[in-house]
C-alpha cells in the first residue's frame, strides 16, 4: 500500500481522505475564498515572493485577513512539500472565510478556513510541446474582477469546458473586441518578434508567469508590450502562446481550427522555453 497524501486543514496535517469541511463553510456556498497555486522543482518552491504577494493582494481586495505571514505561509509549503516523495510538485493553497450561518454579508468573529495540499508535477509530454496545442475563441462573459485569484470559478470552468467539448486544449477569450485571457492561462501574441500582452487590468489575472514573462524577454532581448490586442492581430500572429504555472510555456499552432502561422512551434517560443527552464535552475 502507498503512503497516503497528506493535506493540510486549519491548524493540522491530515490525511487526504479524512480531510473535511463544514457544508456552511462559506467557500463551499459561496465561493467565498482566494486560492494560489505554486509550483515546486526540486523540492525548491518557485516564485514563491510573486506567488505569496499575489495572495495577499487578492485577499485584500476581498477583505479576508491574511491567517499567515508570508514566512508562515513558506514555512507550511516546505513542511508539505517535505511530507511527500515527488521532487517536482504542485501546492494549492486555499483561504475561505470560514464557517457561518448562510448570509450574504460578512460575518464577524469567523475564522479563516485553510486548506493546503500538494500533488505531482505532472510535466507537458514532449510531444505536444513539439507539436502545439489547439484553442478556441470565446467571448470572455466572467465577472469584472478577473484580477482576484477567487475560488469562484464557475466561468473559467465552462470556458475550459467549451474548449474541450470543440476538441482544443485552451481557449482565447475576447471582451469588447479585446483579447483578455484564457481558462486558466494568460495568452500572449508574437508579431515581427515583439512578444504582446493584455493589459494589466482587472479584465485579467495577472498570472506568476506575467513578471517571469518580463524577465525572460528581457533576457532573451525580446520587446514586450502589455497593450488592448484586436482579435484581427491574434488570428495575424506570427505566434502564439500560453503559459500558466502547471504549463510553464506552450506554443499555440490552431486557433479555431486555423494554423497559427505555419502551424508549429516558433523560434520565439523555442527562445522563451529555454530561458524558462534556466530561471527554474537559477
Known amino acids: 500500500m502507498s503512503d497516503p497524501q497528506f493535506v493540510f486543514l486549519n491548524d493540522a496535517f491530515v490525511p487526504l481522505d479524512e480531510a473535511r469541511v463544514p457544508v456552511l463553510d462559506r467557500g463551499f456556498i459561496f465561493g467565498d475564498g482566494i486560492y494560489e497555486v505554486v509550483p515546486v522543482y526540486g523540492g525548491r518552491p518557485f516564485r514563491i515572493a510573486e506567488h505569496l504577494a499575489r495572495l495577499e ?69 514532449p510531444a505536444v510541446r513539439a507539436r502545439g496545442i489547439a484553442v ?38 475576447f471582451r469588447n473586441g479585446f483579447m483578455t485571457e484564457g481558462s486558466a492561462s494568460n495568452i500572449w501574441v508574437v508579431r515581427d518578434g515583439r512578444v504582446l500582452g493584455a493589459p494589466r487590468d482587472h479584465l485579467v489575472l495577472e498570472g506568476i508567469r506575467v513578471g517571469l514573462m518580463e524577465a525572460l524577454c528581457a ?33 499555440i499552432t490552431s486557433i479555431d481550427g486555423r494554423p497559427v502561422d505555419t502551424g508549429v512551434p516558433g523560434p520565439i517560443y523555442a527562445r522563451l522555453y529555454a530561458a524558462y527552464q534556466e530561471a527554474k535552475s537559477a
Not at 150 to 165: E, I, P
Not at 221 to 246: H, K, M, Q
Open 57 to 125: 493582494r487578492s485577499l485584500a481586495k476581498v477583505r479576508i485577513a491574511n491567517p499567515r505571514d508570508a514566512a508562515g505561509w513558506t514555512h507550511l509549503i516546505e513542511q508539505l512539500v517535505q511530507r511527500h516523495p515527488w521532487p517536482d510538485q504542485v501546492v494549492y493553497l486555499q483561504v475561505t472565510r470560514g464557517v457561518a450561518r448562510r448570509d450574504h454579508a460578512f460575518p464577524e468573529g469567523v475564522a479563516p478556513t485553510v486548506f493546503a495540499m500538494s500533488n505531482p508535477f505532472v510535466h507537458v509530454p
Open 136 to 173: 478556441v475563441t470565446l467571448p470572455d462573459e466572467r465577472w469584472l474582477h478577473c484580477d482576484i485569484k477567487s475560488t469562484s470559478l464557475l466561468g473559467n470552468v465552462l470556458a475550459r469546458q467549451a474548449a474541450v467539448d470543440a476538441g482544443a486544449a485552451e481557449c482565447v477569450m
Open 219 to 251: 533576457a532573451c532581448g525580446l520587446p514586450l508590450e502589455f497593450r488592448n490586442i484586436t482579435r484581427e492581430e491574434v488570428f495575424a500572429a506570427d505566434e502564439l502562446l500560453s503559459t500558466s504555472a502547471t504549463k510553464e510555456v506552450l506554443p
